[in-house]
Nanobody
């Protein structure tokens, strides 16, 4: 069992930056690939980024590539999402999730989810 708690969301102007954190409970954090997803009102949940168990491999959606960076600190049981050059279309609830599948990009491959944190980007 893994419990995930996100933090770091908020309101930012276009072009600004935010760093999201996702703290995990339990001793098995390093055995899971970790992903970030987002969901805007009226839209389906969208894959954002994923990082492997060791942090050595990462994958991003085309919409955030070059602007967002995913990282993890297994000693702190935490995964991060650094978001730069934010756009109004990045506005959504961002959730982290844990998967036993390597570099999973489908939400159906994730067993554990956080409650989400709101990110709002004003124009």
């Amino acid at each position: 069992q893994v419990q995930l708690v996100e933090s770091g969301g908020g309101l930012v102007q276009a072009g600004g930056s935010l760093r999201l954190s996702c703290a995990a409970s339990g001793r098995t954090f390093s055995t899971y690939g970790m992903g970030w997803f987002r969901q805007a009102p009226g839209k389906e949940r969208e894959f954002v980024a994923v990082i492997s168990r060791s942090g050595g491999s990462k994958y991003y959606s085309d919409s955030v590539k070059g602007r967002f960076t995913i990282s993890r600190d297994n000693a702190k049981n935490t995964v991060y999402l650094q978001m730069n050059s934010l756009k109004p279309e990045d506005t959504a609830v961002y959730s982290c999730a844990a998967s036993a599948t390597v570099l999973a990009r489908s939400p159906y491959e994730y067993a554990y989810w956080g409650q989400g944190t709101q990110v709002t980007v004003s124009s």
